[in-house]
């Protein structure tokens, strides 16, 4: 009965479709109906998600052309289920707050964006569910389609058109790879399911698909060099469209490489040597720009890139184990990057839900002017500190146990004979521990900032919090990075089984020790308990408050009080404060080589007001002529690679509408020089 919840899903998207299209935006109570069917949609499939994974039941439907094999169709197995389990979880708050945002905003003019969002979740489970490459390519395109309509809209808010098309530009190269790699598979197996792709070799018919599908999938979840559009196309995005595409699409992609890795099996040694690399260096240069962006959508973008390099690099633990003939290590990779794809599409989409809030209600999303307005929204607020909490890493939240888990994934080198494998680990796990560090110091500040800060600096800002289904979803996803972590052990269980067509679920199930005790696979490994730590931390805390207070001798909350992050004073009032731009000044030069810092001095009215300009706000006390000091980070892959390709193209571009003449007697020439070259070729061979 597993496609019942499904058909009821579908009816719902539907149903979201035409209420959009037929009732439109100008009524306010109508608008968020669409979104709340979209909720709906998303606890189908997690209902149908938790039937295949928990009863394993596998539900197919589909037709075959002419009795070939060749055919198109939907299929619902223990990695598809686990999948969907994951979208409709993220989904439902998701939508909860797409529909309060829909509702408060008065940006909303158009009637298509609660179309884009329905089609988004509709294409989302084409894609998990797809039995063939013709069903999944045609998901896949689709949803580079929609990203390319969330990215662009509205089209007259200024940067869109650049935003959309630098997303639809990596889209469609991942597309191309997708593509290319796929037909590869189709031509070498003479077949379209994905279970008959498998059980080849050589470089032709496995190892250029292999690297041609990691690249398709690397394009849609950010690995470098092809996240650049991460940071533009999520910016862009309105409000909550931003979590939908970050925090919900986004696990489509890992889909794809872990359906790649069921159906291809054994990977070459150079592609995992490159994918824990690239993986690496993905990880340290996300949080290298998240730690120093002073706009806090493109923080939280930068944020998910890094989050790519984690997850991708425990994906490339689980081939390590392939490669090697190791379950068990296969099993720890596999786990820790499930762990830590679950924990950054809760957490990046608590932030985005979050952030869209406070742009709702100061109309900016600059920090500098988000100071404290999380005090003043209880639940966006709090949700945002446990979401940035969360991404740092920390107990006991569950960034906390993913990343420990991919930390200890990572510290099973010794296991590898290879020793070219065991030194792209090394580097791999030393590219993260510095990752850890550096996160931790990227979200302290941004939680200092619009939580911990001082009043924002525009006093008209409505400080009203979101609306009740916007709460409600708020606080699922916060609550989500709590539990969580409190119930890893049945999470851990419940993953297993999900996994189990990759890896058998009794080796993944040894990570729960005993009952509430967690080990990376590997008995003899060290060990930890996150639902102990949900019982121990609390009690210490509490602890530790009464007797401080008893030897304080019941003193302890008569003292001074000033404001939050204010340094050290006499008690004056003075407009000096951390900003932004001088918290992340630390990180901006100890990371210099990654970020290519560039400093200048120049005249203040020629230097904007933007990130990388720190002004002296007395400056106008002094006659001498106003300074500003700004500091210039650059996109490496950005400027370096695809800058110089897209001028070389230009120019070629320019070249070749040379030709265009217009000269029919030019035409036939060309006609008549490409009929020689094909028949030169044809004799040859």
């Not at 500190?385 to 990572?410: D, H, K, Q």
């Not at 680990?425 to 110091?441: E, I, K, P, Q, S």
Request: with cysteine; proline share 5%; hydrophobic share 50%.
């Amino acid at each position: 009965m597993t496609w019942l919840p499904l058909l009821v899903a579908a009816v719902c998207l539907v149903l979201a479709v035409l209420s959009d299209l037929i009732l439109g935006v100008r009524n306010g109570v109508c608008r968020p109906l669409p979104h709340w069917l979209c909720a709906a949609a998303g606890a189908c499939c997690v209902v149908a998600g938790i039937l295949a994974v928990l009863s394993g039941h596998q539900w197919s439907w589909g037709t075959d052309w002419l009795s070939t094999g060749w055919g198109s169709g939907l299929r619902l197995d223990h990695l598809s289920g686990l999948f969907l389990t994951l979208i409709g979880i993220v989904e439902v708050p998701v939508a909860l707050i797409f529909a309060s945002w829909a509702r408060m905003t008065r940006a909303l003019r158009r009637r298509s964006l609660a179309t884009f969002h329905a089609s988004t979740v509709a294409v989302l489970i084409t894609i998990v569910l797809a039995r063939d490459v013709f069903t999944f390519v045609l998901g896949w395109e689709g949803l580079t389609l929609l990203f390319y309509l969330l990215a662009g809209y509205p089209r007259h808010r200024p940067g869109r058109a650049r935003a959309s098309l630098m997303t639809v530009g990596i889209s469609k190269v991942g597309g191309a790879a997708l593509l290319m790699g796929l037909l590869l598979l189709v031509a070498t197996n003479h077949a379209t399911g994905w279970q008959q792709l498998g059980g080849t070799s050589g470089f032709t018919r496995h190892g250029l698909p292999y690297l041609l599908l990691i690249v398709a999938f690397a394009a849609k979840v950010g690995l470098a060099p092809l996240h650049v559009w991460m940071p533009e196309g999520y910016a862009a995005a309105p409000g909550p469209a931003r979590a939908l595409m970050s925090g919900v699409a986004t696990l489509v992609g890992f889909y794809g490489l872990w359906r790649t890795a069921q159906v291809l099996g054994r990977p070459p040694l150079w592609l995992i040597v490159i994918i824990l690399v690239m993986s690496g260096i993905t990880a340290l240069l996300g949080i290298a720009h998240t730690t120093i962006q002073q706009d806090l959508r493109r923080l939280i973008s930068y944020s998910s890139v890094e989050n790519a390099g984690l997850i991708v690099t425990g994906y490339g633990v689980g081939l390590t184990g392939i490669f090697v003939g190791a379950p068990m290590i296969t099993a720890v990779g596999m786990l820790a990057a499930t762990l830590q794809m679950i924990t950054h599409a809760v957490a990046k989409s608590a932030l985005f839900g979050a952030t869209a809030t406070f742009e709702l209600r100061a109309g900016t999303t600059w920090l500098d002017h988000l100071r404290g307005l999380g005090r003043r929204m209880p639940v966006s607020g709090a949700v945002f500190g446990i979401g940035a909490v969360t991404l740092a890493g920390l107990p006991p939240t569950a960034g906390f146990v993913s990343e420990w888990f991919l930390l200890e994934a990572l510290l099973q080198q010794f296991r590898v004979d290879s020793l070219i494998l065991r030194l792209a680990l090394a580097v791999a796990g030393a590219l993260l521990a510095l990752t850890a560090g550096f996160a931790t110091v990227a979200f302290v500040r941004i939680i200092g900032l619009v939580i911990l800060g001082a009043d924002p600096d525009q006093p008209t800002a409505e400080r009203r919090d979101t609306g009740v289904s916007g709460r409600i979803g708020l606080i699922l996803l916060g609550g989500s990075c709590l539990a969580l972590s409190a119930a890893a052990p049945w999470v851990i269980h419940y993953l297993a089984r999900g996994l189990t067509e990759i890896v058998p679920s009794m080796i993944t199930d040894h990570a729960v020790s005993t009952g509430w005790v967690l080990g990376p696979v590997f008995r003899d490994f060290s060990v930890l308990s996150p639902t102990w730590l949900w019982i121990e931390l609390p009690t210490a805390a509490v602890l530790t408050a009464f007797v401080a207070w008893l030897l304080s001798g019941r003193t302890l909350a008569h003292v001074r009080r000033v404001p939050a992050w204010r340094s050290a004073t006499d008690g004056r009032t003075t407009p000096m404060r951390y900003t932004p731009f001088g918290y992340a000044n630390p990180t901006r030069r100890v990371l210099a080589s990654v970020l290519l810092t560039r400093s200048s001095v120049q005249a203040l009215e020629n230097i904007p007001e933007q990130a990388g300009t720190d002004i002296d706000p007395r400056a106008h006390e002094h006659p001498t002529p106003r300074l500003g000091y700004r500091v210039d980070v650059v996109e490496l892959f950005d400027r370096y690679g695809y800058q110089p390709l897209l001028k070389l193209l230009d120019r070629v571009a320019h070249t070749v509408t040379r030709v265009q003449s217009g000269r029919l007697d030019a035409y036939l020439g060309y006609m008549l020089g490409a009929l020689i070259i094909l028949i030169s070729i044809a004799v040859l061979r």
